[in-house]
């Protein structure tokens, strides 16, 4: 019933990938990753997926670039998003929850954005690299879903790139808010494809 | 059972407003609130009930701004967005359909925001116009909840101002992502709130 | 003397063009060309000189954008920058002297850009327009050189833009805010040359 | 007779500070101190002018910013302004020369703004930062008066701010461009006056 109203109205149509994408990692930081902390749900799958599309980007050259928040330990740069959510003043520069985890971690020449909001884009150099780098279009990982990911795709749509959801390599602590987020960004603001539709898209399935 | 974990993990927290707010209207237009363009859902009731918090801004003497979508009628400022949703390009100045619905027109010293994304912070003048006039914090009303609405909520938040849904002043085309974009902005950006607990706390019951 | 200081550490190295160019015509109206309002010096030169530089890029298909300060007849938007300077407050949207120059108008398909600041990209829609048509480099002319040119050059090269100034395409009100300030842009912001060079550069002087 | 122009058009009116002024130190670090490296001229008698201005300010409990360059050591952020001046690239986080000047070394909850461009705001969490403090203007104090001292500045009274120079606590590599551009944001985009002016307008010469 809810996509009735979107088909009859024309949403969702695909956009397809530029010539020049890069690829961003949002938050697939330890604490998230934690269901202890601030993860669980379906985000240990999405880190586990985004293994081959992370090798994929770096093996075709793809400018690569990760975020995480970090706020100051002296309490600082305290904002309203951590009044919201006390538990993210916790991630400071010398928490291993806030560094990306292993599996995924940074090589050199990839871009690490530090940020205090939910878009990677917000407030950090992220948009000035993609340019300087030329880029047209970005695919998004990451987590979560429903927070940070979906800021970052709104942000990367309105910046003017084209933007593609790797559908297996989000994830979010709880379902509901996955799949409605997941319908949102397909519905307005990006493709939303698994990973292999990626590979397959640039010849190399 | 969604709601369990965000509560473990300490989402949620309410943080007021703050002593010198603003009202912002979001999309509250013709086209949005015909049902045979692009509206529907509850969008009428939240025009409705948007009458009384305009007034009530207006007599507080809260700046007040609106927003609304436009594009270029030669196509010069086409973009991803209209890409996914190509209805939105026939929102040109001329179009009736893109002009702030009469009931909620804008008066004189309202500032109109033009955009051609999903917040009404983005690629305009409304974040410099709210520092010049001191605001500290922002009530957010408009269409679609789970579009524009949404995206201003988290840019607002982003930018370090405090920010106030007017839960009944909300509307979008399909209950189902209206209800889940109230769940997130309530549980990571905003306090979500009906305007007479607004009204109630500046003492205007 | 100065010029030992910039050498010795090695400021105003070349950056050279891209391979996709946009030209970004800075505030050439009718208020700025008129030494009875706000214009004078050598801006009405600088206005001839654009006329070739606007029919090479047309010809090469470069996106062309213009930009021109527009306040609202109401006040709805006053800001410092009119504070400091009011005669800006009276270039509202039915003044004839925030139109661009009928030597250098906007043909359709090209953006123009409404501005409160001095940059064309500051709380405007620039920035995502070049990025959504692939721009990697911008040739700036406009008016004046130590006013809106400068603001917009510095921010074309943040965003991640490699920078070229037309140096015999931007004017100013006095010749030694002019001079200084092509002295600052060159050291440090971007390649100053006449048109002359960038025809030749793309093969066709 | 370029003072001339300027009065007869009216630039350079006086706008005062606000009520919840805040302090920008830019780029007061080693490497502009030195003039064996990027410094010179009179930044060293700006920094000793600056020391009052930032104990008035720590007693005047005003939010105090400091901001520095800092560029990936592994080249991964690489942009036009390197290009430009490519001993920037050197200061990396582990360089001393990028480090704040002991004089005026940040204390706990001052924020420290790392950026890869001239001005403090560009890319950077500095506005949001002053949003959520309740800024309404700024006073300004830091190297090079032509570069990010300048950019700065135009940022500042972009995003809405109104903004003082402590002319007195600004300096360059060189002296003509130090006169150049204060007399351009004089005209412009700030109030220039030395610190005494200030901390007698805040009642404590």
């Known amino acids: 019933m809810t996509d009735d109203v979107y088909d009859r109205q024309g949403f969702g149509k695909e956009t397809g990938m530029g010539a020049r994408p890069a690829l961003l990692l949002i938050d697939f930081v330890n604490g998230f990753a934690d269901p202890e902390m601030l993860g669980g749900g379906n985000i240990a799958q999405a880190i586990a997926a985004s293994r081959p599309l992370l090798h994929f ?3 075709s050259n793809w400018p690569v ?8 330990a002296d309490g600082a740069d305290k904002n ?6 006390p538990a993210l003043a916790a991630l400071t520069a010398s928490n291993p929850a806030r560094q990306v985890v292993d ?3 940074p090589a050199a020449g990839e871009l ?5 909001v939910p878009s990677a884009f917000f407030g950090t150099a992220l948009t000035q690299w993609l ?3 030329g880029v047209d279009s970005v695919v998004v990982a990451g987590c979560t879903t429903s927070g940070c990911v979906r800021a970052s795709v709104v942000d990367a749509m309105s910046w003017g790139f084209r933007v593609t959801v790797a559908k297996d390599c989000v994830g979010d602590r709880a379902k509901a808010p996955h799949e409605a987020n997941l319908f ?3 519905q307005k603001y990006a493709d939303v494809v698994p990973f ?3 590979a397959k898209q640039f010849g190399r399935a």
Chains 1, 2, 3, 4 share one sequence.
Do not use: G
């Not at 670039?65 to 100051?72: G, L, Q, V, Y």
């Open 57 to 59: 980007a770096r093996s």
């Open 65 to 72: 670039a990760h975020s995480r928040i970090t706020f100051a």
């Open 80 to 85: 309203p998003f951590c009044a919201k959510v």
């Open 103 to 105: 599996a995924l971690a």
């Open 112 to 116: 690490v954005v530090d940020k205090t």
């Open 131 to 133: 340019i300087s780098r």
């Open 184 to 186: 949102d960004m397909e």
């Open 196 to 198: 292999s539709a990626i």
